[in-house]
T-cell receptor
Framework: EVQLVESGGGLVQPGGSLRLSCAAS????????MHWVRQATGKGLEWVSA???????YYPGSVKGRFTISRENAKNSLYLQMNSLRAGDTAVYYC???WGVGYGMDVWGQGTTVTVSS | AIRITQSPSSLSASTGDRVTITCRAS??????LAWYQQKPGKAPKLLIY???TLQSGVPSRFSGSGSGTDFTLTISCLQSEDFATYYC?????????FGGGTKVEIK
């Protein structure tokens, strides 16, 4: 079964750090671009970061310089290192895969919740 | 960044109705647009990619059209399981951006 499972969410104080993980199974992880997308409670979807099969990375301005996406193909794992967290980063974080240019995010994890609060 | 304006933000419809949702991009994105369905407490589900290609396993009552800046998602005959929130997303260029969502509610 093709599956993505996120972990690592939790409560963190403003200015703190957290590392999210996404475990992939049932497909050739190294062949897919991978993304993180977040959703604050009651709000829409916001793209957070992407990493290509060659390790190229992309971020929106809202997280650039604070978040780092990485992947470990040998472990079929995707990561998101989040530093200098703010209240506005509070959201459910999803990982998702994309086959390549021209395709949408066809498999999503169940999400992990990050709460930034003092 | 490319802005995606999605409309309406919500709509009420009955089972069997034909429903249309539109997305407009702030600049041309060719056909690099996807549509997703999301139900409460669940992850989004890919319905359509490349503006009009139906994802495997998605019912044929869903269809997408458009290219350039204007796109449409149509549900030809609304079913009870289609009541959800729908999002469009451009992947023409980074940063990727989503529309604000359309909540389809029961009339």
């Amino acid at each position: 079964e093709v599956q993505l499972v996120e972990s690592g969410g939790g409560l963190v104080q403003p200015g703190g750090s957290l590392r999210l993980s996404c475990a992939a199974s049932g497909f050739t992880f190294s062949s897919y671009d991978m993304h993180w997308v977040r959703q604050a409670t009651g709000k829409g979807l916001e793209w957070v970061s992407a990493i290509g099969t060659a390790g190229d990375t992309y971020y929106p301005g809202s997280v650039k310089g604070r978040f780092t996406i990485s992947r470990e193909n040998a472990k079929n794992s995707l990561y998101l290192q989040m530093n200098s967290l703010r209240a506005g980063d509070t959201a459910v974080y999803y990982c998702a895969r994309v086959w390549g240019v021209g395709y949408g995010m066809d498999v999503w994890g169940q999400g992990t919740t990050v709460t930034v609060s003092s | 960044a490319i802005r995606i304006t999605q409309s309406p933000s919500s709509l009420s419809a009955s089972t069997g109705d034909r429903v249309t949702i539109t997305c407009r991009a702030s600049q041309g994105i060719s056909s690099y647009l996807a549509w997703y369905q999301q139900k409460p407490g669940k992850a989004p589900k890919l319905l359509i990619y490349a503006a009009s290609t139906l994802q495997s396993g998605v019912p044929s009552r869903f269809s997408g059209s458009g290219s350039g800046t204007d796109f449409t998602l149509t549900i030809s005959c609304l079913q009870s399981e289609d009541f959800a929130t729908y999002y469009c997303q451009q992947y023409y260029s980074y940063p990727l951006t989503f529309g604000g969502g359309t909540k389809v509610e029961i009339k």
